[in-house]
């Protein structure tokens, strides 16, 4: 009868172990999940959400002329500047250096990335920290 009473005290440790043991994982990979202040900006020093949404079609040329961003893409990574006279100049960690074209028409943002590149188009959306434009995401690089 003592046997039967260890088993079923060893069951017991073992599912508490197990529970713990579920719980630390958890808990550690919710401490990983942080990744810092997305989609957050600061206003006088104060955070504050910023809701996702579409940019127009007019807010997309100021939004990125000039600048530089890191994109990801299905088909690559790499950076991108884009210019005021539609075209734009990447570095891809695939496909190397080349120049691309983009253009705005009506809300929709279209990128063509190299010559003979089928044109992407899409809905050009705001997350706070990061640009949607069509099939790219990007990140601005700050300097």
């Not at 210019?83 to 080349?98: C, I, L, P, V």
């Not at 983009?102 to 990335?113: A, K």
């Amino acid at each position: 009868m003592w046997h039967m009473r260890e088993r079923s005290e060893t069951r017991i440790v073992n599912r508490i172990a197990n529970a713990c043991l579920l719980l630390a994982a958890a808990l550690a990979l919710s401490a990983c999940a942080g990744g810092g202040a997305k989609g957050v900006r600061f206003v006088d020093g104060n955070p504050q959400a910023e809701p996702i949404r579409n940019l127009t079609g007019a807010e997309i040329p100021p939004a990125i002329t000039g600048k530089t961003f890191q994109y990801t893409r299905p088909d690559g990574n790499g950076f991108v500047t884009y210019n005021a006279d539609g075209t734009f100049t990447f570095q891809d960690d695939a496909k190397g250096t080349g120049t691309g074209q983009w253009l705005v028409n009506g809300d929709q943002f279209c990128e063509s990335f190299g010559v003979g590149a089928l044109t992407d188009c899409g809905e050009f959306k705001t997350t706070g920290d990061a640009y949607f434009a069509a099939k790219s995401r990007l990140v601005e690089m700050k300097s």
